[in-house]
């Protein structure tokens, strides 16, 4: 009898621990629409996450110890499974209010909502933590505490691996992050049952919760008329709109960035985008034949795609390579945003992973690359990164990056510039587009803005993009930005920082 209890204990410790971790991923998946993946938001949600297991492990050696009971034990799974059932449809009512982004969010909206989303997952992980002291306290006698306690522990700790690996590794990019969470409180609540068997008559109607809310917020997650398709791949959420002058944008995650865009019959609009400025590299360097692009963070192909249409017939001998780490978005590319598979060798891989271990070289390299709609990954704005691209740089050939930022004068614009400004002897800077978009580029030899004159004569689909650029191209000073380093780049901090700045400036 008490090693088929262990068994049952060694079971229930296991799935429990697993549910707490497929929660935990689920809930990052529902904080980096709007506040990103950095190092921040993770440490304070796992601060947070394990101050809930403190109190869950704290109550739940205490209610063991006044009723060492399994009936008691076996609806805390069942309870803490009922209030992830609810989390999607109580996660539907707050989001909405952030559907605007979180540049346009007053401080306060941010704060509030940020702390609704962790009062939403705290509850059941708090109920996930009793289990394991209240199990030891049913089995645990006086010669095998020990023993008792690290064996639940150990299949505890086993179940969340198993938990953390299943939802982001199979889960959460096959069927869904609100998928991941009814089946999560489907098991859970099978698991009170279980336990429970005969005793469990009122448990199974909580069944109805996770079922009723798959039925009801299953599938698509915008019922949107403008909305064409939506995905959840490995790396993010990714939705494609068609918007009413014809044009598709590609939005990751829901915060209403545009990281992709495809026009009707691919036309320019040279003040609407920085794509556009990215076309006029080509005509800035001193080699006009077999140039070698290298495109880092290509998304759906917008770049690649537009040198392809508007640069190579000018310019036959343009070659294009095009890395992107989430191959999904590539493949939309295809789909939906008129993209040709001749446009650019495509390479699915991280960009520093990619620039690390290639020997190809090139004339322009294009650096664009966001996670989570705002975030620069951080490993691709340090000295070393900069110093292996020019690297694998041609002689007279020249880096460019596009940074999102507010101003000029922002921080993550002076700290980014600064470190490419400790690889090349040149680095220039550009606003280049309606938005907040700005260029950096850098280069070993002088580099001018090509004219709108010049353009005229070599490529007259660019002329109005060049008379726009020429005006803002200017020679960026260093000033006293940070200097980037692998052991040393907050870009996450700096760019909450320029966010918060922002939010509560808007919200005097």
Aim: glycine share 8%; net charge negative; with cysteine.
């Amino acid at each position: 009898m008490r090693a088929s209890a262990n068994r049952g204990a060694h079971f229930f410790v296991f799935f429990t621990g697993a549910a707490v971790m497929a929660t935990e991923m689920c809930a990052s998946r529902f904080l980096a629409p709007w506040f990103g993946t950095s190092m921040i938001v993770w440490s304070v949600l796992i601060a947070v996450v394990l101050a809930a297991m403190s109190v869950g492990y704290w109550l739940g050696g205490r209610l063991a110890d006044r009723r060492p009971s399994w009936v008691v034990l076996c609806w805390i799974p069942a309870a803490a499974g009922a209030l992830i059932a609810l989390i999607p449809p109580l996660g539907g009512l707050l989001f909405p209010r952030l559907s605007a982004g979180i540049m346009a969010t007053p401080v306060n909206i941010i704060i509030l909502a940020f702390v609704g989303v962790v009062a939403v997952f705290v509850p059941p992980v708090l109920l996930l933590a009793m289990v394991s002291p209240f199990m030891i306290r049913l089995l645990a006698t006086a010669d095998n505490t020990g023993r008792t306690a690290g064996s639940l522990y150990a299949i505890s700790t086993l179940g969340s691996i198993a938990g953390t690996l299943f939802s982001t590794l199979v889960t959460i990019p096959l069927w869904g992050t609100r998928e991941t969470l009814f089946m999560v409180s489907g098991v859970l609540i099978l698991l009170g049952i279980l336990g429970l068997r005969r005793k469990a008559r009122a448990m199974p109607l909580l069944l109805a919760l996770p079922v009723a809310g798959w039925l009801a917020f299953g599938g698509v997650i915008h019922r949107d008329e403008t909305i064409v398709h939506e995905e959840e791949s490995v790396y993010q959420y990714l939705q494609v709109q068609r918007r009413s002058d014809g044009s598709t944008i590609l939005i990751v995650n829901e915060g209403g960035a545009m990281q992709s865009i495809a026009r009707v019959d691919d036309a320019l609009h040279p003040a609407s985008t920085y794509y556009e400025s990215f076309l006029l590299l080509p005509y800035m360097i001193d080699s006009f034949e077999g140039l070698d692009v290298l495109v880092i963070g290509s998304g759906a192909g917008t770049i690649p795609h537009w040198l392809a249409v508007h640069v190579r017939p000018d310019i036959p001998g343009l070659r294009t390579d095009a890395v992107e780490i989430d191959g999904r978005a590539a493949e939309l590319g295809y789909r939906w945003f008129n993209t040709e598979r001749d446009d650019a060798r495509t390479i699915i891989s991280d960009g520093r992973t990619y620039i690390g271990n290639t020997s190809e070289m090139y004339d322009i390299i294009i650096t664009d690359t966001y996670s989570n709609q705002i975030y620069i990954p951080f490993h691709l704005t340090t000295v070393e990164y900069f110093t292996e691209l020019r690297a694998h740089l041609n002689s007279g050939g020249a880096v460019a990056m596009n940074v999102n930022a507010l101003s000029e004068d922002a921080d993550l614009v002076k700290a980014i510039g600064a470190t490419l400004c400790e690889v090349f002897p040149l680095v220039y800077i550009a606003h280049v587009s309606n938005d907040y978009n700005f260029m950096l580029i850098a280069s070993e030899y002088p580099i001018q803005a090509p004219s709108a004159d010049s353009m005229a004569v070599w490529n007259p689909v660019l002329e109005e993009t060049a008379r726009l650029f020429e005006p803002v191209f200017k020679t960026f000073d260093p000033e006293d930005g940070l200097i980037l380093t692998d052991n040393r780049a907050p870009v996450e901090f700096l760019t909450d920082m320029m966010i918060f700045h922002e939010a509560a400036e808007r919200a005097r």
